[in-house]
T-cell receptor
């Protein structure tokens, strides 16, 4: 069964450094998403992306965050200057077009900011 | 703003029991509701998706119901097995956009 794949599985970064999290969505999906889950808290929506632009974003997704689809397969989340509170599990998801399609999630990248 | 709540937060049952997990949401203007399973340190596995026009969906030993007007969904697991031990999350997609709003999850342990 097709899967969403994320790399790396664990990323350790010094505070203030830039980090890029990578995702390969399911190949025929056109909607892409990033969510995060701080340890012990709910999964929170960050951003959705369609047709090479952001379609929706949450209050969390401020100027420090950006997303990109640099080629036909990858979808990336960049955090420009990481803070301690950015430490979380980051999940990528994708879905087929249409309002009634399920979102499929990857295994996540655990980001640890030191 | 949509709020999703799951009760109980944790549940421990002996193997073989039938069980019900509850999910409630505050805004009934939803497109659909999705149930996920999350194993420790892993991603989210989609279990069932119920559209707003549906009352229930079934997959194997799992049955999910939706009462949109009252803002409730239940996940019924029949004949539970130790392999069902995981955290179960519900998430709703509002009419207004693509984002999913998640509940805090129910951590299920099925003892042999």
């Amino acid at each position: 069964e097709p899967e969403v794949t994320q790399t790396p599985s664990h990323q350790v970064t010094q505070m203030g450094q830039e980090v890029i999290l990578r995702c390969v969505p399911i190949s025929n999906h056109l909607y892409f998403y990033w969510y995060r889950q701080i340890l012990g808290q709910k999964v929170e929506f960050l951003v959705s992306f369609y047709n090479n632009e952001i379609s929706e974003k949450s209050e969390i997704f401020d100027d420090q965050f950006s997303v990109e689809r640099p080629d036909g397969s990858n979808f990336t989340l960049k955090i420009r200057s990481t803070k301690l509170e950015d430490s979380a599990m980051y999940f990528c998801a994708s879905s087929e077009p249409g309002n009634h399609q399920p979102q499929h999630f990857g295994d996540g990248t655990r980001l640890s900011i030191l | 703003k949509q709020e999703v709540t799951q009760i109980p937060a944790a549940l421990s049952v002996p193997e073989g029991e039938n069980l019900v997990l509850n999910c409630s949401f505050t805004d009934s203007a939803i497109y659909n509701l999705q149930w996920f399973r999350q194993d420790p340190g892993k991603g989210l596995t989609s279990l069932l998706l119920i559209q707003s026009s549906q009352r229930e969906q079934t997959s194997g030993r799992l049955n999910a119901s939706l009462d949109k007007s009252s803002g409730r969904s239940t996940l019924y697991i029949a004949a539970s097995q130790p392999g069902d031990s995981a955290t179960y999350l519900c998430a709703v997609r509002d009419n207004a956009g693509n984002m999913l709003t998640f509940g805090g999850g129910t951590r299920l342990m099925v003892k042999p």
